[in-house]
């Protein structure tokens, strides 16, 4: 009985920061010019012409995913993404990201 104990104490520990983890990931479907595009935590964000921006760091409540840019938490507004071959797309550079405020 104390085995079972101990291993689940340390189960506990070992899980604990899973469920966390799978907790704060959050998935929105933003809805955009009528399609609905699925953002997620984790998932890259691509500009129009196919380079990789970043990757989506999170979503707020609104569905614009925000990204870390040059040290800066950057929100890609939502109206600006779409679904190309199943990459989440911005029409917005990584220029222009990077100047908005």
Known sequence: MKKFAVLAAL???VLA????AAESSQSVRAATEGASVNVDAGKMLY???G???ASVYRVTADGNPQ???DGRLITVPASTLSEVEGKLTTSLSK???ARSK
């Open 17 to 20: 920061p899973a469920a966390v």
């Open 11 to 13: 189960a506990t520990v």
């Open 47 to 49: 500009s129009a012409a």
């Open 67 to 69: 990204v870390i840019l």
């Open 51 to 53: 380079t990789r921006i």
């Open 95 to 97: 220029r222009d990201l």
